[in-house]
Each structure stands twice: as C-alpha cells, then as structure tokens.
C-alpha cells in the first residue's frame, strides 16, 4: 500500500549535515510532493533514511537517561544540600525522585516521543523487504540494524508503561496517540522484542564488524546481541531462570569471541572524553560533535557558572573559577551527596562520575555543600563549554557485568568480570585481597555486589532503574525510596494530551483513571 512519508526530509537533511554520509548529487524533493515515487530509488537514499533513523535516535538521549536515572536514588537534595549551592528551582524534576508523577505531570510524555522512530524503523524495513535496490549484503546489514533498534525502542517502552501499542507498519501521522489503538498485553511486547532481536540477529549473520563510517556511532550485531543479553537477564529474574540466563550468557561471550578490539580501557575518564571517542570500549553510543550536536540534559545536571564560583573543589583545594569551571547549567537535578559517598576515596570513578562542592568553615575546613554529575566535560569553544561527549548506550563494562550476572544466575562465580572493573576503577590502589571480590562486606550478597559495581560504573548512562527493576522489585523498594505499598508505580502514567487523543489506551493500571 502506498504511504506519504511525513519527515522524511527532515530525516535525510539530518542525516546529510550531521552524519555526513550522503553523496552530493542525492536527489531531494520538496516536501509537500516528496512521496515513495519519489524516495527509495538509490542506495544513497536508503543511506541517508539509515542515517536519519541514528540522529532521531540520538535526539532521544534525554529521555533515555531520565527513564534511567532519575528515578533512581542518583538524584535529588539531601541534608548537607544547600539552596544557594543549587541556586535553581527543580521544576518538577523532583516528582521523579519522590515517585509522585502523575496523569499531568508524568515525568516523561508521550511515550518519550520513541514511536516517532519506531514509524521510520518500520517504514524502512517495509521498504527494504520490497526492494532491488541496494545490494542483499547491504540489505541484511541495515535490517539488521532496523530491528535491533525497534526491539531497543519497545525494550524502553515495555519496561517504563508495561502494556503499551504494538505498531509495526510504517503510518502516515507519527504521533502514536491519533492511532486510536489499545495497548498490547505485556506478554506480545515482549514477544515482539524478542522476535525482532532474532530478526536483527538473523540479518546480521555473522557480521559483528562495526560501521566502516560511523564506528561504533551505527547500531551493530554486538549491539543487539547486548539487548538481548539484557532481555534475557530480565526475563531470568522472572520465569525464565537458568534457560534465559544461559542465553543471555551465550549472546555475551558470542561478543568476546566475534567482536574484535573489544576491551577495557585503562583509564576511567578515556572512556568519555571528546578526544577519544569510537574506543575500543564502546560497543553502540549515540554520537554528538562540536556545531552539531550535544548532549541535550546535561544542562540539568550541572550549575550555572555564576553560582558555582562560590564554593570549592577540596580535592585540587582550590576555588572554582568562571574560566575553568563555566558548566553553564540550571542545576535543577543535583547529584545527591549520599551517592557521592557511596564511593571508596581509593576508586578512581569517584571524581571522574561526580563533582563534589564544598564550602569553608570559620575555621578554613571543608563542608560539602552539594554534588553535581562530572563524568561528561565536554570541550571548550569560544570561551564556552560545548558537551560533545558520545553517551554510552552500550560498552565492554557493560558486557562484562552483564556477563557477572549471568553467571550468579547459573550458580558460577562472577569474580573474573567483577574483578576486572575493579582493577580498572582502583587503578595502582588495586589490591584483590582488599577490594577483589569476594572480599568486600557487599560481596556476601553477590546480586547486590553487581548492582552496587553498576551504580558505580554506570552513573550518567541511564541504567540505575533499570538495573534495580532487573533484578526484582525488591531491589526498587529498597534504594529508591519507592514504598512496597504504592508498587503500581514500578510502572510509570501516561500523560493526559496522550489519554485524550487516544481514547483507545487506558491509564497505567493504579494511577487515578482519566
């Protein structure tokens, strides 16, 4: 059946500036007449939609990381917590932390805008299941990525709403809540994710090689095989137990043994910085660079120049300063400071992940008056701080903790991949008869070992919640500050303009109805 394609020239202008991966002669037609008799007839413009379909997934980051975060216990005031070291009002940002969303204040809208892009996955694989175009290795490779990063999108969708709508043929509106469709059963979406990492998988082969252009900036088989490791650890939690354990152990070392250069980088901070990016420790991550784009949270997450001058950094013992310390941010989601406590002094993550702020007694000591997140610096342009940090969706830590997991769930010791980020996050105060594992106190619980080392890892990447839920609503109730008697909220409100348009879907079972 014929479609018009909304935003598709938006998607191919994207892909053409950001992504630079279009040849000059591609044919763009205005968009009031742009249609499939006129797209879909080169390579080049299946490219270019591949490209497009990354920079709209990039676009979503924010989301991804207030889905993953914000929830958490990372964030919010704690006492020691100053308002002039904030200097910001949260703005509704708290109802994240405190688990008090609602129909009108749902913390995320819109199902986070992902069915936008679940409209150009789907319209590009229906195009390259019906076309001659472009080559069949090429074919396989870019359904190999669209429904890796279907499956990424529903992944979010069903761990943050549950039942949400199943849509899998490209429409002519992108906005999910004009379908008037229910929500599928929470069963049939995760069916779906799972046949659509085994459709990825399949398109694949066994090509785990990454983007010749755009390196670890393109979704690629080690990509998927991540997501459905992550799957299948959910599912082991649940009813899946040693089965899904061991698939998702096998997707994992498939990773180690097909996916070359993969490791760990010897120092922490390598691993974000702008200058070296496409490491051989990052798996997938959404891409951002200078007069491009950057990450568009951060803001949120760090203070304004003019207010943080007025404490001090008690590690350099120095004063911060309008040069060197201009974040240029709204601190309306401050880091708490029992998270920055959570770290051993000896572990190099600690002020790597986290700024602490201190101010100075009568008696020229430091009180700690806040914290606030470090581990994306950015680069200086003009006088101004410009944060084109890559973020991580996926890298080898990942795996390797992952991997720890796996391996509790099947009864094996998980000390070698436990170790080894320890070995990397102590650097030369590394000893295993101190901080190996099993040898410190949280080791004799070895799931809560692996969460507390993914806290540690991972601030800032968006994986804190959905780590904790992973592992059993337990673990939510215990370090968020999520009551057991309010559980409903495990899953997040759809917010009112969604309910309204769409008459068909029903609120998130426990919220007040609409």
Known sequence: MKKNIRNILTLVGISTIILGACKKDLDLRPISSLSDASYWQSPDQFDAFVNGVHSRFRNHTTNFEYLGELRSGIYGTDPGTTASFTG???????????????????????????????????LLINKLNTTSVVSDQVKANYLGIAHGMRAFYYFQLYRTWG?????????????VANLAKAASSEA??????KSDIDASNTNFGADYSFSSKLRKGFWSK???????????????????????????????????????????????ADVFSVTNKDNNEMIFASKNRLNEATLGFIG??????????????????????????NYGGLLRTPTRIATYRQFSNADTRKNVTIQGAYSKTPTNEYSIAGAFLKKYLGEQNA???????????????????????????????????????????????YSE?????????????????????????????????????????????????????QAYKLLWPIDRLTLTNNRSLKQTEGYPGF
Request: charged share 20%; no cysteine; net charge negative.
């Open 383 to 429: 006088g101004s701080r410009a944060y084109t940090n890559d973020f991580p969706i996926y890298r080898y830590a990942d795996l390797l903790l992952l991997l720890a997991e796996a391996k509790v769930e099947l009864g094996e010791s998980p000390a070698a991949e436990i170790n080894l980020v320890r070995a990397r996050a102590y650097g030369a105060n």
């Open 222 to 268: 080690s990509a998927t095989q991540m997501l459905k490791a992550e799957v299948y650890l959910w599912t082991a939690h649940r009813q899946g137990g040693a089965a899904d354990a061991t698939i998702a152990k096998t997707a994992l070392t498939d990773i180690q043994a097909n996916a070359a250069g993969l490791a760990l980088l010897p120092n922490y």
């Open 300 to 325: 949120n997450f760090v203070p304004q120049t003019s207010l943080i001058v007025n404490f001090s950094d008690s590690i350099a013992n120095r004063k911060f300063d309008v040069v060197a310390d």
């Open 188 to 193: 049939e979406v995760l069916a779906l994710i």
């Open 433 to 485: 008869a101190v901080y190996g594992y099993p040898n410190q106190p949280v080791d004799t619980d070895p799931r809560q070992a692996i969460l507390q080392e993914r806290l540690l890892e991972f601030i800032g990447e968006g994986k804190r919640w959905y780590d904790l839920r992973r592992m059993g609503d337990q673990y939510v109730f215990a370090k968020t500050g999520l009551p057991a008697a």
């Open 163 to 175: 039942p949400v709508i199943i849509q899998t043929e490209p429409t002519i509106t992108l906005d």
């Open 88 to 122: 910001e009002a949260t703005q509704g940002f708290e109802r994240m932390w405190l688990h008090t969303m609602d129909i009108d204040n749902p913390g995320v809208s819109n199902f986070g805008g992902f069915y936008d892009n679940i409209n150009q996955l789907n």
